[in-house]
């Protein structure tokens, strides 16, 4: 399978391919040079590998949450390309692709935990738990949006616990007992586009594709809606 996926989620702008278990990436940190860096990233990219959007099978992006303004970018070239090439696209949670940067990084063992944590300004923060499985993150409890102070772990998970993402920068607003938890603390992690096509290519296999017009961002904050493209219904 030939994948291509795109994350502008964050700080971090990148595009990757997947080929057939291999990928590639571009990325660079760049809080406002998205819509610059994005499509010459995914030129290289074709260039380098000798390929042609036409010889993609499907599409994925980090949906959110993240930056407004960075998932608008992303969402809109997805479906654009989608669009004109009637192929799938698979939505990939830009917490799920933090929580899989832990994993890897930090070679996480089945069983441990991660709590990733983004920075969701207005004195709150994107909160997400997670447990590896199988070298992947499995969702434990709804992603959702609280203040520092109100951001709590699963009674029931134990093992070891990590904490992943820019929003641990904020630990010193969180309960004292659930930092404690935690073995190890990486808030240099960002979402990049290298684990949302890991993801989605696990995605693809569990039926998570969507036609264009349901490639959607997700804010969390209630109060943000998302326009389609104009004549999308």
Not at 44 to 58: I, N, R, V, Y
Not at 86 to 91: A, G, L, R, S
Not at 106 to 116: K, P, S, T, W
Not at 212 to 218: I, L
Request: charged share 20%; proline share 7%.
């Amino acid at each position: 399978m030939k994948l291509l996926a795109l994350d502008t989620s964050s700080e971090g702008c990148s595009a990757a391919l997947w080929l057939d278990g291999r990928v590639t990436e571009r990325f660079e940190v760049a809080p406002r040079g998205h819509t610059r860096l994005l499509m010459p990233m995914v030129r290289e990219l074709f260039a380098e590998q000798g390929l042609s959007p036409t010889d993609l099978d499907a599409l994925a992006f980090a949906r959110g949450p993240g930056s407004f303004t960075g998932l608008r970018i992303a969402t809109g070239v997805v479906q654009g390309l989608a669009w004109g090439l009637d192929i799938p696209v698979v939505p990939v949670s830009s917490l799920a692709a933090v929580a899989l940067a832990a994993i890897e990084t930090h070679a996480l063992q089945e069983g441990d935990c991660i709590a990733v944590a983004f920075d969701a300004r207005m004195g709150e923060v994107y909160w997400g738990v997670f447990r590896c499985e199988a070298g992947l993150p499995v969702l434990l409890s709804e992603e959702r949006v609280c203040p520092p102070d109100a951001v709590t772990l699963p009674p029931d998970a134990s093992g070891n616990w990590y904490g992943a993402g820019q929003g641990w920068t904020l630990k010193e607003q969180m309960p004292g007992e659930l930092v404690e938890r935690l073995s190890a603390i990486d808030d240099t992690l960002l979402p990049a586009a290298a684990q949302v096509a890991k993801l989605a290519e696990q995605g693809m296999s569990n039926g998570q594709a969507v036609p264009a017009e349901q490639a959607q961002p997700v804010y969390i904050r209630d109060e943000v809606a998302w326009k389609k493209l104009p004549g999308r219904e």
